[in-house]
């Protein structure tokens, strides 16, 4: 489904942020990367559907080589791959059910895109998506009026009209209360689950890895650390993860 | 080893009281340069003020006159050689001319200042259009009228055209200032949907800055109302500034001044009162 090759980044030509990045995430699976801050996740993400351009490896969607499209297939593959953000990210000033619609929008004439000219399908689809989230009533409300519980379940459902295949979330829940963070969790779990859709997310929470994800991975200092099913994810070695790197070996991976 | 005759012996008590006066600042070379600079312009200015005033200036006559003529103006305002039709007729045709500038120039703008975002368009066309629209700002409103009175000659034409220019300098400049100031998250989103620019431009920039651009454009349209009126007098562009020219320098009919400056006064307030609305339902919005 989702194969990433040896992915490595630096920012500054000497800093590595990541080193030899590997993993796979199959389909119909919640899949966890955790790690410290600064370890290198919002970067492996972010370089997944190419929001950041990587130095060198492999990404490989569908058997496609995201690093070698060109703008319009970029375009194209990104429109079928979902993200959600810590903050959101919705269009404030605009409606939920405009929000959702937006998702549909890859797909869709430049004059489509300008106008917000929709099909009756596509709305009925998106008002159904709004429901599927527990937002049928607040389908014509600005976003800027929700709560951010809310304003996430919506960009859920932004993401879910964009038919995705995976859905990428950078930390999706580190903004919210306890309460909002299960009904996020329980929703993205259930999309997995039931509708097939591969997730891979960012946390910082390693019981809530524990509790929602099929596969784990850990990163520390821009390398992979552990990758295995959530059973193995033992107190041992999330000691590990999110092991301080002692001077010498962070100079060896900057060097190296 | 130190001789004891060249042995120093601190005195044992200090004197009392305070041996510097601390300061409040240090000393600044710009700031003397500055103050005397001041002090200078100021002694010219003394000196010169009184050779300004002519031999038959009188001044207990002057304040009289001018208490007199202010008096007719804003106390006994009344018509006489222009009808209230074409003077009502004299201020819709300098609104008109305000909305029609002000309509182009954010139209024009909005184009331009989406090329000179740094938010889409590369470093040196940014650089470029915003210097190139800095140049037109420096120069005032009325003397781009009057050169382009040269091409099209004295009237509405050059007004038109005149004011336009100075405001898509304005406007453009402001709205690619709210543009930059527009986070990147909202843009990025939509790139990472797939979504292309035209869509983008649509769906995130216009619903985020759709209250700052209603008041810039706004308050330009004041600013072009007052050049509007202004320009009329200068350009012969016709509106209540040709018609407030006409009975104060031509008719010396300051009654009928002063029904005209009530007049763009009361349009002066009705627009502020409709800008302070939308900038209040604007700000309750968010």
Redesign the interface.
């Given at each position: 489904m989702l194969t990433v090759k040896h992915l490595a980044k630096s920012y500054n030509g000497t800093k590595k942020s990541l080193t030899d990045v590997s993993f796979s995430v199959s389909p119909g699976e919640v899949t966890v990367i955790i790690g410290p801050s600064g370890a290198g996740k919002t970067t492996i993400l972010r370089s997944i559907?190419q929001?950041i351009r990587d130095d060198d490896g492999e990404i490989l969607f569908d058997d496609v080589d995201m690093r070698q499209l060109n703008r319009r297939q970029?375009?194209?593959?990104?429109?079928?791959?979902?993200?959600i953000?810590q903050?959101y990210?919705l269009?404030?000033?605009?409606t939920a059910l405009?929000n959702v619609l937006?998702?549909c929008?890859?797909?869709?004439s430049?004059l489509?895109?300008?106008?917000?000219l929709y099909r009756n399908s596509e709305k009925t689809e998106a008002l159904q998506l709004l429901q599927k989230v527990g937002l049928g009533d607040f389908a014509y409300q600005?976003c800027?009026n929700l709560s951010g519980g809310q304003k996430q379940r919506v960009g859920i459902a932004?993401a879910l009209m964009?038919h995705p295949k995976i859905i990428l979330c950078d930390e999706p829940i580190a903004s919210l209360d306890p309460k909002s963070t299960t009904v996020v969790m329980d929703l993205l779990r259930d999309l997995a689950t039931n509708d097939g859709i591969s997730v891979l997310i960012n946390l910082h929470q390693v019981d809530i890895a524990r509790t929602y994800a099929d596969h784990v991975i850990g990163i520390n200092n821009g390398q992979v650390v552990f990758d295995d099913r959530t059973a193995a994810l033992t107190d041992t070695a999330v000691t590990d993860i999110y092991r301080k790197t002692t001077s010498s070996e962070r100079s060896l991976v900057y060097e190296g | 080893m130190i001789k004891p005759e060249n042995q120093v012996s601190l005195p044992t008590q200090l004197p009392a009281g305070p041996r510097f006066t601390i300061p409040l600042r240090f000393r600044d070379r710009r700031r003397v340069t500055m103050l005397i600079t001041l002090l200078i312009l100021g002694y010219v200015t003394l000196i010169t003020l009184p050779t300004m005033i002519p031999d038959h200036f009188k001044l207990v006559e002057a304040i009289t006159g001018f208490t007199e003529n202010i008096k007719i103006m804003f106390l006994q305002p009344h018509l006489s050689n222009t009808s209230w039709l074409s003077l009502l007729g004299g201020l819709g045709q300098s609104i008109l001319l305000a909305f029609l500038t002000t309509l182009i120039g954010s139209v024009l703008a909005f184009f331009l200042a989406l090329a000179s975002t740094r938010r889409f368009a590369p470093t040196a066309l940014v650089l470029g259009i915003q210097s190139f629209m800095a140049v037109i700002r420096a120069i005032p409103t009325v003397l781009w009228v009057l050169i382009y009175s040269v091409v099209f000659g004295l009237g509405a034409n050059a007004a038109v055209i005149g004011i336009t220019f100075h405001s898509v300098a304005y406007l453009t400049k402001v709205y690619a200032d709210s543009m930059d100031e527009l986070s990147p998250?909202?843009i990025?989103?939509?790139?990472?949907?797939?979504?292309?620019r035209?869509?983008?431009?649509?769906?995130?920039l216009i619903?985020?800055l759709?209250p700052s651009y209603l008041s810039w454009t706004f308050i330009r349209f004041e600013i072009n109302f007052a050049d509007a009126v202004a320009i009329g007098a200068a350009a012969g562009a016709g509106g209540i500034g040709y018609q407030l020219f006409m009975s104060s320098s031509f008719y010396f009919d300051f009654h009928e001044v002063g029904v005209m400056v009530y007049l763009i006064l009361a349009f002066a307030v009705v627009l502020e009162i409709i800008s302070y609305r939308l900038r209040s339902s604007n700000t309750a919005?968010?």
């Open positions: 559907n929001l970029l375009r194209d593959a990104r429109s079928h791959i979902g993200m953000f903050n990210n269009i404030e000033p605009l405009e937006h998702g929008l890859g797909t869709k430049n489509a895109g300008m106008f917000s600005q800027r932004r964009q | 998250e909202a990025e989103t939509l790139q990472a949907m797939g979504l292309k035209p869509a983008i431009i649509c769906q995130a619903p985020y759709k919005q968010h």
